[in-house]
């Protein structure tokens, strides 16, 4: 059997601080999962430039800065149009979130919210996701 290379999504670690401590912004999958935003790279954009638009298009993030690099990667399996499970190695970007926007182009698609940076990885059912979290939470 062929060994194929693994696909490559971007992620968007969306952060604001507040008094009570740092958040990160969750997204409902099509699933219905909690989720960090992210996608497929975008020909013609950086890392960091897909992440803000994948920001943008699942949770409605405006005026943010992203990182130039990526905060960490993780690995895990994505299941494409066919149904076959392929690996897939996911880009995460921290982007500090100043404002969120009322009207986005998946706003009737998904559910945001925001929940302590500390806790997310409880809301994530994605294993692989949830344990990029607990590392970075240290």
């Known amino acids: 059997m062929l060994n194929r290379p693994a696909l490559v999504q971007i992620a968007a670690l ?4 507040t008094k009570s401590g740092d958040e990160v912004l969750l997204v409902t999958s099509s699933n219905g999962r909690w989720i960090l935003p992210k996608g497929w790279p975008i020909d013609g954009m950086s890392g960091s430039q897909t992440a803000l638009q994948e ?11 992203a990182a130039k690099e990526p905060v960490g990667t993780y690995d895990g399996k994505k299941t494409v149009d066919n149904g076959i499970e392929r690996d897939c190695r996911v ?48």
């Open 55 to 65: 920001a943008w298009e699942e949770a409605g993030v405006k005026n943010a800065r």
């Open 91 to 138: 880009y995460v970007y921290a982007i500090e979130v100043e404002k969120l926007a009322n009207k986005f182009p998946e706003k009737d698609k998904r559910k945001r919210k925001w929940v302590p940076f500390d806790r997310a990885a409880e809301f994530v059912e994605d294993a692989d996701m949830a344990e990029f979290l607990r590392t970075l939470n240290g």
């Open 14 to 17: 969306c952060m604001r601080e």
